[in-house]
Nanobody, 126 residues
Framework: VQLQASGGGLVQPGNSLILSCLAS????????IGWFRQAPGKEREGVSV????????HYAPFVKGRFTITRDNAKNTAYLRMESLKPEDTAVYYC????????????????????WGQGTLVTVSS
């Protein structure tokens, strides 16, 4: 049972990246999926969360309008499309899954996700 985050890398400001979160050993169907990030010297923070039924999403104010979270249950994968990247978006990005979790509570980590991926580094720099 694991989540594998991928797609990070070095990009210039203003460019885009798509992160993927592939689940193995279990089905994501009943899990809310969240993306979190942690920059050096800072605490982990919520970026975006999508409900298990793909009906609801939530975004941090600092990414709203730039990032889009989606999921493809047939591929057991979630995605985070990141556009107009800024240097302050530099961080290790983690995906996490919470079984039937309330997305707002999971976003705030008031409900701790059941499964975490290993993280993928995104560096935004010219």
């Amino acid at each position: 049972v694991q989540l594998q985050a991928s797609g990070g890398g070095l990009v210039q400001p203003g460019n885009s990246l798509i992160l993927s979160c592939l689940a193995s050993g279990f089905s994501l169907d009943d899990y809310a999926i969240g993306w979190f990030r942690q920059a050096p010297g800072k605490e982990r923070e919520g970026v975006s969360v999508i409900s298990s039924r793909d009906e609801d999403t939530h975004y941090a104010p600092f990414v709203k309008g730039r990032f889009t979270i989606t999921r493809d249950n047939a591929k057991n994968t979630a995605y985070l499309r990141m556009e107009s990247l800024k240097p302050e978006d530099t961080a290790v990005y983690y995906c996490a899954a919470g079984l039937r979790a309330n997305i707002l509570m999971m976003f705030q980590l008031w409900v701790y996700p059941d499964i975490w991926g290993q993280g993928t580094l995104v560096t935004v720099s010219s």
